[in-house]
């Protein structure tokens, strides 16, 4: 399978739309975007839907994607994760990424003469800044919040989808306990979920070390419809920061 520096800016622009309006990418839409015909645009989606990178939905004429889609978009915001350009392209303004780092540090630097009330400080604010569930370890414990902002999701409507994703959090603790993920930042893409294939949920957990464990985790999780570049990038820089701050 080669994919071509054309076929790979269409994805990344489903991707990135679809995040942010919820509803299928269209060829007209995507025309406009790149400048070129209907036809050349829909000539292309055949291929990403061949690779397995799109797929559509019966309802719609558009394309949303598949998780091999956003795994390949975010191994691609991994490779290029030093590039400055592209990462200020992934979320748009590096003004307010700085703003929102600022933010969670300020809470956490407040809280820090408790760990445990520092780490539910930085869930909170996780869960502010990206709209997704928060969840961190604290000793044995799981601190979960923003259940609220995960069902709000339109993907979770129907009651098959909230019971998936609350069988993925009834086991998300032990698991983490018993798995204990070594990499500092891990991302798990719907089926890639090993405790929630079918749940259509994407789950991005930073490792830091803390006074309760050197295996501590905080992340969220929400919909695969995700902002990958500002998430990642909130949730890793909140385990950093956890982790030095909580050294002190």
Known sequence: MNITPRQTQILVAIIEQYAEVASPVGSVTLAKLFGVSSATIRAEMAKLEEFGFITQPHTSAGRIPTDKGYR???????????SERFLLNADNSRDNFTRSTQAIS??????????????RSAVDSLVELTGNLGLATIGDQLYINGIYNLFSQPEFESGEAVQSVAQLLDNLEPWLREVSPNEPLNVYIGSENPIGKSSGASLIISKFQSPFSENSYIGVLGPTRQS???????VRHTGEFLEEILED
């Open 106 to 119: 300020l809470r956490i630097q407040s809280q820090k003469a408790r760990a445990d009330q520092a780490i």
């Open 72 to 82: 390949f978009y975010v191994n691609r915001l991994s490779e290029q994760q030093e």
């Open 228 to 234: 990958y570049g500002k998430v990642i990038r909130l």
